[in-house]
């Protein structure tokens, strides 16, 4: 990047980090989840016209570069500092370290015990989790007229659930972090996997007739994914 002032102001001009020039006949400018400026051209454009098209493209790429920053302050890692957020329900709540003897949710606040460690927060939300997880596959169960062998919480970070080739449903403890229509998501689809493990038509319809929404809660989650990092 390339610091200049304008009218007192600083303005970036943001600079490609990478042209990648291929058979293709426009040119694309991308900015990655890194923040960079990736850009795709034609073999026969110069690069002169490159950093033309780049510039005129300035205010463009400044709201591009600042939605990336806001995306990644969504999901900072929780270092148990005062501060810190910690979405449950999909709520968000500062941390707060006070004299308690227990996590305690107040207003928008979370209260912990000062020198609470990561895992024993960890061990609060999954808690919670299991708790809240087990009502809702009940509910659902009963519902769906399905009946899963057994249901674990798992710590997984790749996965925010899985139902086994014999009904052993698995769901991670991160859900806790989610809005409940998501939670429900997540178990309907699960337990779906019951009577169906494949992902073909009548998969989905079955999760449609209980949840005709679903699809909403499907893209919270694939926008959301790296909530399953933050602790
Ligand atoms: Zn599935």
């Known amino acids: ?79 148990m500092s005062e501060g810190d957020i910690v979405k449950f329900l999909g709520e968000e709540y500062t941390i707060s370290l006070c004299d308690v003897d227990n996590i305690i949710l107040y207003g928008t606040y979370i209260k912990v015990p000062f020198a609470y460690s990561c895992a024993q927060l960890t061990a609060w939300l999954k808690e919670k989790a299991l708790a809240l997880l087990q009502k809702r596959v009940s509910y659902y169960s009963i519902v769906m007229g399905v009946l899963p062998k057994e249901v674990k919480i798992s710590g997984a970070r790749t996965r925010w659930g899985s139902c086994s080739f014999n009904n052993n449903i698995n769901l991670a403890w991160h859900l806790i972090m989610c809005p409940l229509a998501v939670i429900d998501y997540v178990v309907v689809h699960e337990l779906s996997h019951i009577s169906n493990k494949s992902h073909d038509r009548a998969f989905w319809q079955r999760v449609a007739e209980i949840l005709p929404n679903y699809r909403e809660q499907e893209k919270w989650l694939k926008t959301n994914r790296k909530l399953m990092e933050v602790l």
Request: proline share 3%; charged share 20%.
């Open 1 to 79: 990047m390339v610091l200049s002032t304008f009218n007192g102001i600083i303005n970036i001009m943001i600079i490609p980090k990478k042209i990648i020039r291929s058979k293709r006949k426009s040119i694309a400018l991308v900015v990655n989840s890194e923040g960079e400026l990736i850009v795709r051209a034609p073999y026969y454009v110069n690069t002169s016209t490159i950093m033309g098209f780049v510039e005129a493209k300035q205010n463009w790429l400044r709201r591009q570069c600042s939605a990336v920053v806001a995306a990644k302050s969504k999901f900072c890692n929780i270092t």
